[in-house]
């Protein structure tokens, strides 16, 4: 029985050539933008593109000319086939707004008997796991794909997967005291508007939060502060906070670990805006300490986690 484990994620700029697409694909996904009308949401995703493209694209100027989540990505995949792969169980990946999509990666398993779907969030929206099971879906019924189907939804619960990021947490820290720094878990924003429709991202979050809290205390990690707080927001309207940017200023510590608590994988809102924008409003605010965690990414214990949720 074949059985082929698909991660899924937002994508990642590989080029510069990407910026554009990674834009024009986000802002046309009907999950992010919300406008029901695919002929307007096209021209409005047109617009925005066009108006943050040239900004978007010196951005990754400054992390080399390219996001890092595809060559972790990457990474992850071989680590898998590598440690737990065989002619029966094989790992791929695909991306909802850059290469490979769905219908590329899925276009090489129609043999399958079961294809399973693991996207890469840890906590339910439909901006993030809602969106990207719909473009594998679409892709497998296009291609006409007959295999079983299954599904491995948000995992901010799991047990070995918050280990993961407590050790990760403990690693960061060094000999720093913890009792002298203020712990921020991190979160891309959404929209209040989606989540007054239901959306189940701030309780997920807030829960996982509570869940973290309790582990460091049995680990008797004590900071001086544990909080939740959101970034990347953009537009006028009004989305959720209190927002990363307003909270560090603000911080009577100067001292400041934070933890990309949305992500598994490091991309440009780990590495630049939390490592590069929001460092240099910590130096303005005369931090004495500031540090982002990496993410998961392509560890040992992250490749087992995943791994274990399918063998």
Not at 73 to 88: E, H, M, Q, V, Y
Not at 89 to 97: G, K, Q
Not at 261 to 275: H, M, P, Q
Request: include cysteine.
């Amino acid at each position: 029985m074949k059985k082929v484990f698909v991660l899924l994620n937002m994508g990642g700029v590989d080029e510069l050539a990407h910026v554009r697409v990674f834009l024009k694909n986000m802002f046309n996904d009907p999950y992010i933008l919300g406008i029901k009308n695919r002929y307007l949401r096209a021209f409005v995703a047109w617009m925005i593109t066009t108006m943050r493209v040239k900004s978007a694209t010196q951005n990754y100027l400054q992390l080399g000319g390219k996001s890092a989540l595809g060559d972790i990505t990457r990474s992850l995949i071989s680590k898998l086939n590598a440690k737990f792969g065989s002619d029966n169980l094989i790992f791929d990946y695909a991306m909802n707004y850059t290469p490979p999509f769905a219908s590329d990666t899925l276009a090489k398993y129609k043999d399958a008997d079961e294809i399973i779907l693991f996207p890469l969030y840890p906590h339910h929206s439909v901006t993030t796991i809602t969106s990207s099971l719909d473009s594998a879906k679409k892709a497998i019924d296009e291609l006409e794909i007959g295999a079983k189907i299954s599904i491995i939804d948000y995992f901010y619960n799991n047990d070995k997967f918050n280990d993961i990021i407590i050790a990760d947490i403990i690693k960061s820290l060094g000999d720093t005291n913890a009792r002298q720094i203020d712990l921020i878990f991190s979160a891309h924003s959404l929209p209040q508007k989606v989540i007054d429709k239901g959306d189940l991202y701030e309780r997920h979050l807030k829960d996982h939060l509570e869940i973290l809290k309790s582990k460091l205390n049995i680990a008797k990690l004590e900071f001086n502060s544990i909080s939740l707080a959101y970034q990347s927001r953009l537009g006028p309207v009004k989305w959720l906070g209190p927002n990363l940017s307003e909270v560090l200023p603000n911080l009577p510590s100067k001292k400041a670990l934070i933890y990309p608590i949305s992500f598994c994988i490091d991309n440009s809102e780990t590495d630049f805006e939390l490592a590069v924008e929001y460092k240099h409003i910590a130096n303005e605010s005369k931090f004495e300490f500031y540090k982002v965690v990496k993410a998961p990414n392509d560890s040992d214990e992250f490749a087992q986690f995943i791994a274990k949720s399918v063998i």
